[in-house]
């Protein structure tokens, strides 16, 4: 009889940086470049197309005023990057950066489009639900904004969504605190928009009416049980690949509420390469969606290994 236990990943070094190096979110760009988000150090870092069995030098490109998390391509090389104050006064801002005709060594410049009310309290992860529809998780308010991105002009954020699954919750874990809702992805194929709500250990779904772009009924949910922070959807699957950025794996997880349990594909047993596993996102190459990821780490800065000791943060290259 078949089993129903899906293989382990096969996980290998695409780029390191050095320890406590936080990284949070990455994009990746038609030619399979990457871009990633370094949380604590206010940084945004740009790597060469990874090569299989060989790893690439990173790039810093543009240091920030404050901690930045989520990025998102809204169009070819234009994209939008959260930044903040989630930890201490809670401003937060969207910053955007045209890398159209960029060549790597040349200056990036991220401008700012927009500052968030006073109600905003930590942006973290951020996804497009349609070409110009852009939402934005809030860790520490414990709702989603929607922020409507006109070919010129200003942005104008409202709220799309709060729900109490989306709340932080006070915790007595080590610091950072833990957060509430934290990684957005949307399924365009069922219309749903997916997320993750770390402290209170939920994985959850809510529909999105296709004409208005707004929530359609009461979320609802899908998988719980564990720290879930960041994801990629495998829609021709019907799973997502979510990490628990604490306790170090990936786990593959369906889509549909009550249709199979939740499946560890790697870091069980434990493995160092996965020490702090943040946020995913399918390699651009022909045939490589649903196959291989590029996934964050950060080597334990958060939730230290055994022996305490932090190791490098890497951006991983994931085979599933």
């Not at 021709?236 to 009550?258: M, S």
Request: with cysteine; net charge negative.
């Amino acid at each position: 009889m078949a089993s129903d236990i899906p293989h382990q990943a096969k996980l290998s070094v695409a780029a390191s940086f050095l320890p406590h190096f936080f990284l949070e979110n990455l994009a990746i760009r038609r030619d399979n470049s990457i871009l990633v988000t370094v949380a604590t150090r206010k940084e945004l870092w740009y790597l060469p197309p990874p090569r299989e069995g060989a790893q690439v030098d990173p790039m810093r490109l543009h240091i920030f005023d404050q901690f930045v998390s989520g990025i998102v391509e809204h169009k070819p090389d234009r994209f939008y990057i959260c930044t903040g104050n989630a930890y201490t006064t809670h401003e937060a801002y969207l910053y955007r950066l045209d890398l159209a005709g960029w060549a790597p060594g040349a200056t990036a410049k991220p401008e700012l489009v927009l500052t968030f009310p006073k109600e905003a309290r930590g942006l973290n992860g951020s996804c497009l639900i349609a070409p110009d529809t852009l939402l934005i998780a809030d860790t520490f308010a414990g709702l989603i904004w929607r922020v409507d991105l006109p070919p010129s002009g200003k942005c104008e954020p409202r709220v799309w969504l709060a729900h109490e699954s989306m709340a932080h919750i006070a915790d007595t874990l080590p610091p950072p605190p833990q957060p509430g809702i934290n990684g957005i992805r949307y399924a365009s194929k069922t219309n749903f928009l997916y997320y993750t709500s770390t402290g209170q250990k939920l994985f959850m779904r809510v529909r999105v009416d296709p004409q208005t772009n707004d929530p359609e009924g009461t979320p609802e949910l899908v998988d719980s049980g564990t720290m879930a922070d960041d994801f990629c959807i495998d829609e021709d699957a019907g799973v997502a690949y979510v990490t628990t950025h604490r306790e170090n794996t990936i786990d593959r997880v369906p889509l549909k509420p009550n249709s199979g349990s939740r499946r560890s594909v790697a870091g069980q047993p434990f493995t160092e390469l996965l020490l702090g596993p943040s946020s995913g996102a399918w390699s651009r190459v022909p045939g490589e969606y649903g196959r291989v990821a590029y996934f964050t780490t950060d080597g334990g800065q958060t939730a230290p290994p055994p022996d305490k000791i932090v190791r490098s943060a890497k951006i991983l290259r994931v085979e599933f």
